[in-house]
């Protein structure tokens, strides 16, 4: 089955640190754009960071600085170390996967085609932050 697993989501006091994973199964996560969004309650879908096939990386104006994107090959795993989380972090974390290409845009992190340009979806990774 081809699928993308995020983990590491939870309960973080504001200042914390949680590292997020996203483990591929059934395919070689060596795309040209591994991205991760969140998507907060009632707020649409943001791209947040991204990083492409010769390791580029692009990260949202709202993350930067704090956020490091970084992949494993060997593991087929890409990972999300978020650092000095905030209550505005708070969303359910996605990874995702495509032949498509990032970019930013407006303080955001975009992609060519948009979301339908992402082949693989995982299903979540629910982030609090909350003292």
């Known amino acids: 089955q081809l699928q993308l697993v995020e983990s590491g989501g939870g309960l973080v006091q504001p200042g914390g640190s949680l590292r997020l994973s996203c483990a591929a199964s059934g395919f070689t996560l060596d795309y040209n754009a591994i991205g991760w969004f ?3 309650p009632g707020k ?20 930067k600085g704090r956020f490091t994107i970084s992949r494993d090959k060997a593991k087929n795993t890409v990972y999300l170390q978020m650092n000095s989380l905030a209550h505005e972090d708070t969303a359910v974390y996605y990874c995702a996967a495509g032949p498509t290409f990032c970019y930013f845009c407006s303080g955001y992190v975009c992609y060519a085609g948009g979301t339908n340009g992402m082949d693989y979806w995982g299903k979540g990774a629910l982030v609090t932050v909350s003292s």
């Open 44 to 63: 649409e879908r943001e791209g947040v960071s991204c990083i492409s096939s010769d390791s580029s990386t692009l990260y949202a104006d709202s993350v």
């Open 38 to 40: 969140r998507q907060a």
